[in-house]
Structures are given as C-alpha cells and as structure tokens.
C-alpha cells in the first residue's frame, strides 16, 4: 500500500505531466499543418513564376547576345580585339561568368578570361 504522500504526489504528477503531453502533441500537430500549408504555398507561388522568369532570363540573354554581335572587334574576330570587349561584357552582365566566340569550326577565338 502506498503512503498517503506518494499517491498525492503520483496524483499530482500524472495531473500535470498528461494534459502538458497532450497540449504538446496537439500544438506539434497544427505547426506541423501550418508549416506544410506555407511551404506547398510558397512552391506553388514559386513554380507560378517560374516561366516568366525564364522568358525574361532568354530576353536578357538575347539582348547581350545582339549588343555584342554589332560590335565591330567582335565583328573582325581578332582574338587581340574581341578579349576587351568580353571582359567589359562580363562586367555589365554580371550573370554571365563565361563570354566567349568560336569559330565556324566551333574552335574557341576568345573569352573573358584564361
């Protein structure tokens, strides 16, 4: 038989430790939902603006591609003319890490660096 303070402290004990266990598996649960509610939204948001982002980084690309195609030293395909003119290139288009021409054989003439 237990004593009349063991089974007040076990009374007390299982008062306190049950509704804190249960209070932390029903807040465990609803973050769990919340958190996955806003990451399946912040995906969809995100595959969203995907395309667009696309379309403006080919646009972005066709623009340096037709500025530096009129472009005289890029023209004459000199090695000696066209590296300036790629390493001010891969300056204003700091997207772009490697700027580089070929020649029909596809044999690299120059790039924006070694």
């Known amino acids: 038989m237990l004593s009349t303070s063991l089974r007040f ?9 049950v509704p804190i266990l249960i ?12 958190l996955k509610a806003e990451a399946e939204e912040k995906l969809a948001l995100q595959a969203n603006s995907l395309p667009g982002n696309v379309v403006h980084w080919d646009e972005y690309l066709i623009k340096a591609l037709q500025n530096l195609s009129i472009q005289p030293e890029i023209i004459s395909m ?10 001010k290139m891969a300056k204003v288009y700091p997207h ?8 029909l054989k596809g044999i690299n003439i ?3 660096f070694l």
């Open 78 to 87: 000199d090695p000696q003319q066209q590296k300036p003119i790629l390493e």
């Open 23 to 34: 209070a932390t598996l029903v807040a465990n649960l609803y973050a769990s939902k919340e």
């Open 96 to 103: 772009i890490y490697l700027v580089s021409t070929i020649d």
């Open 110 to 112: 120059a790039r924006n």
């Open 9 to 17: 402290t076990l009374v007390i004990f299982l008062a306190v430790t």
